[in-house]
């Protein structure tokens, strides 16, 4: 259980926007040292400027997370500044939809290599580091909060590749904890299963690298796209909101950080479906009129 922020370091990929920034702002104000790390250099330049003038020490990387040798000089370069951190927040992610056969090669490399590939080398370079200043002091504590989604405990269609990536985050992150708790008591995970909230995750095609071609889309893809701008721009709980659920996790030790608890429903009907051997129910079944509009407009000539 961690109360004591002060003066501890935090690494917040995906920094410029979103969770990130949020969790930065109350980093600043808890007089914390942060580290930003962001793929968008005008949005990491923006959100270093605003927590140098809350009052933060702050170290800003341009990071691409998907890219191992870029999160190491990350790594070197928060030990050499900071020391070991005290807190990991993976946090960096991208969006896409579609139907699952339509996406390309490149869809998957660059959507794994940021969502998932972005934690596992946040997990691999920071986790060492933590255990080796745990065991040097016995007062340090330390946590590391990975962002999944509740698309990482659902099956939405049209969503395959986040959805595939989402899922393996909170896999790992489940792992992370229980691997942590064999040969640790000081240093902790937690996994961020968001549900729609406005970040900018559906607009996260602007930062797509350049040598990853993107094809004409799909009208599925089109549909997606659309069908997660609305939801996302209408969603009534901010990504403030979710940052301060993610701090009273941090002070509380737990593991699973929702931003609609009441969508874990849906989650219980699935692993029903699961233990029950029964065929997946439509995820839209307490909205049927979603599901009726997107079965329609994919099936229109």
Known sequence: MITDFKNKTAVLTGAGSGFGLECARIGAKLGMNLVLVDVQQDALDRAAAEMQAAGAQVMAMRVDVSKAAEVEALGAAVLERFGAPHFIFNNAGVGAGGLIWENTAADWEWVIG??????????????????????????????????????????????????????????MSETLQQDLALVTDQIHASVLCPFFVPTGISQSHRNRP????????????????????????????????????????????????????????????????????????DPFSHKPELGVELKKALRAD
């Open 114 to 171: 940021v969502n998932l590939m972005g934690v596992a080398h946040g997990v691999r370079v920071f986790t060492p580091m933590m255990l080796d200043a745990a065991k040097k002091d016995p007062a340090y504590q330390g946590h590391i909060v990975n962002t999944a989604s509740m698309a990482g405990l659902l099956n939405a269609p049209n969503m395959g590749i986040y959805n595939a990536s989402k899922h393996a985050v909170v896999s």
């Open 210 to 281: 350049q040598d990853a071609p993107v094809a004409k889309p799909t009208r599925s893809q089109l549909i997606g796209q659309a069908m997660s701008d609305k939801a996302v721009g209408s969603g009534k709980v901010s990504a403030a909101d979710v940052a301060q659920k993610v701090f009273d996790a941090l002070a509380a030790n737990q593991f699973y950080i929702y931003s609609h608890p009441k969508a874990i429903g849906s989650v219980q009907t699935r692993l029903e479906d699961i233990l029950l051997a029964r065929n997946p129910t």
